[in-house]
């Protein structure tokens, strides 16, 4: 035992050496610059975008004939959830397998890049549809609306793009075990793993859905969809892909930040636990976007929410773990009593202070969450405003919070350059203005959904109606929301480029935590991840196959395509 | 002791009539989740069991091929359809099915897995493999209804449920059979 601490400790130090011998390699963060750099200007698009539409649903803004609301949401989604997180996600790990395994092999560079051209080839098929507004089905782009079939042809190559650079890190990280063999992966690696495999598993149920069904229907070769597979694989899909960028988060909140506030990591066999756990159980999950879609048996929908509710665990773990390297690094610091420590913590880094606060907005998403996994609860709230709030909350601010405390450390790194003192600030400013921006949207967004405002409907007053009259000062805030995000945006944005192109020279470190010292070591089980697919792959089949073969055999008669704008 | 207790808890969560009622009433979580947990709550709970009876085993099942040909008696006898209805319908049969699946499967799978070879354990699953396929041809080809209790789309679905499951092992096997652990550990 204390021989296995003793290999733990040296094992730490020299991990520490080693980074700092190597540096960053040029070639390698070339690779994650150019995704980081795609990520933020769909932010800025996005973003702008997303103004457009506050803007409207407060009534101030009346969208020219030639622009139509479905439109812009439709950009705005796939712009955010689909490009800014995606991107982020690529380029951040890519920096960290690049990091933590000694660089990446040349081949894998190699599939980087393909990977890249392919996602980014598909983009643009996928955006020229949506700007000539023959696509205006949203991110979700649910049959039986359809678009022209070039959009879907692009979502394809997007995926396809997802596979390589999954490949690649497969690679990377098998070439690595052969060469370190015994060892655990580091931890971070560990992390993209697990996010790469739930990558591969989500995005297999939408290249089922958009190559076999939608294609098909939408080129004319078959006549009619069944409308609520579709759907069930879409959000296979889409929900993975929203706790992927979790995930993505959650890393760095194990991973980055004890390291920021100088302290140590959590214990790391519960961490990798909590992957294992959340790569397991995520993907059906999928089910509780289908609370209210019919078709689906009462029995079959309550034991999904009991599937879903049970990724709520390793939250539980997570939001526990935090507190705990908070509360053990601020005590070492000096701080007294029962809240002191709170005192002792680096509240003026952005670095910090950005993943802090997207922590802290977890606890209400969290709640939300439960709630809307209520089958009773989510009558009242399904498909209203409520909904936008809660993932501006648990997107809009854990996740691309965390992101935003990442770039400003990751960027300066990758280019060579350091986060000075009056960028730092302007973080700051950012951090307080987007903080204040999402809290007003996303409050005044859960209100007015719980007095039944629908989300996805361009601003009305209904005829004047008056119950829905008195929805419009809470639109109003919304507005008020959205400009401050905008702001936020642009100063984010700003950010970004100013330290990947003309921030002074310099090297600033990759904070990577290390373990207690006297932490007890690791089970190699965690490392199995052979097994680890297989369970997560029966899980999937106990979920799937029940419904899909109900749908699926008790069809209703399918629908031929529509375009509803 | 931890793992006796969460094992008890498991077996009495299924005994339970409420949640009985809800795994018996679809013929694939009646199968493939009430049946595995009773068997996992057995394997939870024999830790303290086989401590107990330490001495009896030690000699019975010094090799874990008694104890797993017993196990694999069980789990085939319980994917009978005959089986699975007469546990709907007769009470006795009910308490076999809540006796045999825990502590004539789940406890001698855990006192013969640890002692089999590398090789018996892929032979097992294997054989796990063949007979979900076998299965789920029979459940998905099978045009009349194999068991009064349930209808002929829950024996389809339970069909599919077998196939996909023997995919996942195949996948299993595979791994097993192309990865070399010594390359990694
Ligand atoms: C500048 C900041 C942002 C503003 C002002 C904003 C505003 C809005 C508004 C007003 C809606 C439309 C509601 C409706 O009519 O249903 C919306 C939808 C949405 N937003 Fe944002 N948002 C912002 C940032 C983000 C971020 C960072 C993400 C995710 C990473 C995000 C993801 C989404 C998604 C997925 C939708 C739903 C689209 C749909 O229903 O098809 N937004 N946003
Ligand atoms: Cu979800």
């Given amino acids: 035992m204390d021989a296995a601490i003793e290999q733990n400790r040296r094992a730490a130090v020299i991990s520490e050496k080693k980074n700092k011998v190597l540096g960053v390699c040029l070639e390698d963060a070339r690779i994650s610059k150019s995704y980081l750099a795609v990520a933020f200007v769909a932010l800025l698009l996005g973003g702008l975008l997303g103004l457009l539409q506050g803007l409207n649903r407060a009534g101030v803004l009346e969208l020219p004939a030639w622009l139509n609301y479905y439109q812009i949401l439709t950009a705005h989604g796939l712009l955010l959830v689909v490009v800014l997180s995606a991107f982020f996600t690529i380029g951040y790990f890519y920096a960290g397998l690049s990091h933590t395994l000694g660089g990446l092999l040349p081949k894998v560079r190699k599939l980087a890049w393909i990977g890249f051209w392919t996602k980014m080839v598909g983009l643009v098929l996928v955006v020229v549809p949506v700007l000539m507004n023959e696509a205006s089905v949203m991110y979700t782009f649910y049959p039986p609306m359809a678009a022209h079939p070039v959009f879907y042809f692009g979502l394809v190559l997007v995926v396809l793009g997802i596979w390589i650079l999954a490949t690649g890190a497969f690679i990377n990280v098998a070439h690595w075990r052969k060469n370190h063999k015994g060892q655990h992966l580091p931890i971070l690696a560990f992390f993209a793993t697990g996010v790469f495999v739930l990558l591969v598993g989500a995005t297999a149920f939408v290249a089922v859905e958009v190559l076999f069904m939608i294609i098909p229907w939408s080129l004319g070769w078959v006549e009619t969809i069944n409308v609520m597979v579709a759907r069930t694989l879409f959000w296979a899909f889409g929900h993975t892909a929203v706790n992927i960028w979790y995930l993505t988060a959650v890393s760095a ?129 399904h498909n209203t405003m ?64 719980l007095f039944g405002s629908p989300r996805r409907t361009s601003f009305t007053t209904y005829g004047d109606f008056a119950e829905t009259l008195g929805w419009n000062p809470l639109m109003t805030a919304v507005g008020i929301g959205a400009t401050l995000l905008l702001i936020a945006v642009i100063l984010q944005v700003y950010a970004v480029f100013n330290m990947m192109f003309f921030a002074p020279k310099g090297e600033v470190e990759f904070p990577i935590a290390e373990i207690e010292q006297d932490e007890a070591p690791t089970p190699y089980m965690t490392e199995r991840w052979g097994i680890w697919v297989v369970v997560m792959l029966i899980v999937i089949a106990m979920a799937y196959v029940l419904p899909l073969t109900d749908m699926i055999v008790n069809a209703p008669p399918g629908s031929p395509p529509f375009k509803t704008w | 002791m931890t793992q006796f207790i969460y094992g008890l808890l498991l077996y009495i969560f299924l005994m339970l009539p409420p949640v009985a009622a809800l795994f018996e009433s679809m013929m694939i979580t009646h199968m493939h989740m009430q049946m595995p947990m009773l068997v996992i709550s057995g394997f939870l709970m024999s830790g303290l069991l086989l401590r107990r009876s330490h001495l009896f085993l030690e000699k019975w099942n010094h090799n874990g091929i008694p104890g797993i040909t017993l196990f694999m008696m069980i789990m085939i006898y319980w994917t009978i359809p005959r089986t699975m209805d007469e546990a709907l319908t007769m009470q006795t049969m009910e308490i076999w099915k809540f006796i045999s699946l825990p502590f004539l499967a789940g406890v001698p799978l855990r006192d013969s897995w640890k002692k089999l070879t590398k090789a018996w354990k892929n032979f097992i699953i294997f054989i796990f493999t063949v007979k979900y396929f076998g299965m789920g041809a029979l459940y998905i080809w099978s045009e009349e209804s194999l068991c009064n209790n349930y209808l002929v789309i829950d024996q389809l679905t339970l069909g599919w449920g077998f196939i996909t499951t023997a995919i996942c092992l195949v996948i299993y096997l595979v791994y097993a059979f192309s990865v070399n652990p010594s390359d990694y550990e």
């Fill in chain 1, 253 to 381: 909140w194990y991973v980055i930040v004890p390291k920021i506030i100088g302290g140590t990591r959590w214990n790391d066999y519960l961490t990798r636990v909590v992957v294992i756990a959340l790569v397991i159980m995520n993907i059906t999950g999928g089910f509780h976007h289908q609370i209210v879609d019919p078709g689906i048996s009462l029995p079959i929908k309550f034991m999904h929410v009991f599937m879903s509710l049970a990724i709520g665990f390793p939250s539980l773990m997570t939001a526990y773990a935090m507190f705990r390297v908070f509360e053990r690094t601020g005590r070492r610091k000096g701080g007294k009593g029962a809240l002191g420590w709170f005192k002792k913590l680096p509240w003026g880094d952005v670095r910090f202070l950005s993943p802090f606060i997207a922590m802290a907005a977890f606890i209400p998403a969290g709640a939300g969450g439960i709630v809307q996994s209520t089958n009773q609860l989510d009558q009242v709230v």
């Fill in chain 1, 386 to 449: 409520w909904i936008v709030g809660h993932f501006h909350l648990t997107l809009g601010m854990s996740v691309v919070m965390t992101f935003f405390g990442i770039s400003y450390w990751l960027v300066p790194y990758l280019s060579k350059r350091v986060l000075t003192p009056q960028m730092n600030k302007l973080g700051i400013i950012q951090t307080i203005i987007w903080t204040v921006g999402m809290v007003i949207m996303a409050i005044s967004m859960h209100a007015a959904g």
